[in-house]
């Protein structure tokens, strides 16, 4: 089973993305996280795609989709996958249906989570994200037992340079031009199921659940 989830930056793509992909056994697979890691890494992917990420534009298109399709032909993502942040224009969406089509398999479906824009700068201006395992929290919202620490597994906590007020609102442009337009792109296949993000993490987690056939899950 492959699931995309798509929306804007901070409608909780990632948080909702981890635990989902938990519960159906899949793989997660982020593909800013991959970025972040290579470039924690010293790696020469996230030198190249360190300086687009601080603008929060778009890396290069065969950079980010020669990355994806790697991970995604892994072993371990053979029965399925949970795609994060992945496509995010159309050029990137064909790429990954080819990619698929060719193993003989297919998006099943696109979770598309929608938050309103006051709540998505709310969120990621208060957003800390572990260093080394990469979960998020919020400062307010749902701050870490210890502060500047995760509670998943301990790891320092950051504020992500792409989270900054400059950054957020640039990320938000790109994602209307070249994101938003996906969610036509998968609903006219009959692939998109609409998520409201609103509200707490277990409450949209429930509708995503149910959305996806609960049965399942
Ligand atoms: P994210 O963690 O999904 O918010 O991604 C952080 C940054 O990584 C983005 O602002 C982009 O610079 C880069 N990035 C992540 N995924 C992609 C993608 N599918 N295509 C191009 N750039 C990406």
């Known amino acids: 089973m492959y699931i995309i989830f798509l929306g804007a930056p901070g409608a909780g793509k990632g948080t909702q993305a981890a635990s989902v992909a938990r519960k159906l056994g899949l793989v997660h697979i982020a593909s800013g996280d991959l970025f972040r890691q290579a470039l924690e890494q010293g790696k020469e992917l996230g030198l190249k795609a360190k300086s687009y990420m601080e603008k929060g534009v778009l890396v290069p298109d065969q950079i980010t989709i020669d990355m994806v399709l790697e991970r995604i032909s892994a072993p371990d993502s053979g029965g399925g996958a949970i795609l994060d942040g992945f496509p995010r224009n ?34 990621l201006s208060g957003r800390r994200v572990c260093r080394q395992c990469q979960t998020p929290c919020h400062v307010s919202d749902s701050p870490p037992r210890v502060e500047g620490r995760c509670d998943k597994c301990g790891g320092e906590l950051y504020q992500r340079p792409d989270d900054t007020e400059e950054s957020i609102k640039r990320r938000l442009e790109v994602y209307s031009s070249e994101t938003a337009p996906l969610v036509d792109y998968y ?7 609409e998520i409201d993000g609103e509200g707490g993490v277990d409450k949209v987690e429930r509708r995503i659940v149910a959305a996806l056939g609960g049965e399942r899950l």
């Open 90 to 123: 159309l050029k990137q969406a064909e790429a990954l249906d080819e990619a698929l089509a060719q193993q003989g398999k297919a998006i099943d479906k696109v979770v598309y989570i929608k938050v309103s824009e006051e709540e998505l700068l709310k969120r």
């Open 187 to 193: 609903g006219r296949v009959g692939k998109l199921v």
